[in-house]
């Protein structure tokens, strides 16, 4: 396989995630342009919310786990914790996702031959760890029909993002920030938020270590806190083969992440007792460059999502040097009471 250059967004991104933190030059130059952002994206919600476009309603409920923040912020984690706080209480729920790095139009069925290529990493992820039934399209609304039409025992429906998706109706929104908040508080391109902070939703979660006075201000509506904890690592060459972290302590370590926001892998990972040297990767990243070919270390720390497609690379599932460090989301029990309260009231089309 090719390997593949950066793109320019993947250059630019570093600028902008610097730039929508506060209220600079550049921001400022851009903050004009945010407010046609604003107002496209506004009028556009209106006229689903009206009736003048078209939303489907699936015969099923539908819970949407998403973000206002551009990039990564922790949903994936919270898509499983969700769909394993569902089944524990009695529903069969199935994923639908957009399937970042996809190839195809037509909604996909994962199956034990899929390829993060083919699906995307997050979906192939969210598969192994539930053992839900999955299926991607750009069309959420075509991928939920496609999902009951293979699975009809399904009963409710989470959808991995697709929060601006207007044209599938949903009977639950949970929107998921992080330590960063809503950043500089403005709209892209000026800042990075998709919508205002004021946007209605059901539930407000933020993945951070602490709930700041300034994060609760930022998410607004009663935020519950979410935790990533991850205590062991897994080699990637031998699953089943796995350690403490605390055992690696005091070997070379190299910890990469080609997530949304790589800081907050780094983060756990020296609460966790470690040192180590950064290998930030952009968010989604195919490792077909071999950005390990020259890393000079005993262990090179991965993500799980990073994991999925290093696993399906040749020369890099053979790689002894790679250990993935599995991470599992923390709420608080009256969250999940709230969230399954919700969806037994929810009615089927």
Known sequence: MKATSPSLGD???????????????????????????????????????????KSERLPVPVVV???????????TPLTIWLAETLRAAGFTPGVISRGHGGDGTSPIALDADSTARQVGDEPLLIARRTGCPVVVGRSRAAAGRALLALHPGVDIIISDDGLQHHALRRDLEIILFDARGTGNGWLLPAGPLREPPSRRRDFTIVNAPALTPELVAQAGAAPFRMQLAGGFAEQLARPGARVPLLELAGKRLVAAAGIGNPARFFTMLRAAGLAFAELPLPDHHDFLDQPFAHVDADVILITEKDAVKCGQIENLKHDPRLWVVPVTARLDAALAEQIVEKCRGCSPA
């Open 11 to 53: 250059k630019l991104a570093p600028v902008l995630t610097r730039a929508w933190q506060r209220r600079g030059a550049l921001a400022c130059a851009l903050w004009p342009v945010s407010l046609l952002f604003r107002a496209a994206s506004g009028g556009r919600a209106a006229l689903f919310r009206h009736g003048l476009l």
């Open 65 to 75: 786990v998403g973000n206002i923040f551009i990039g990564g912020t922790g949903k």
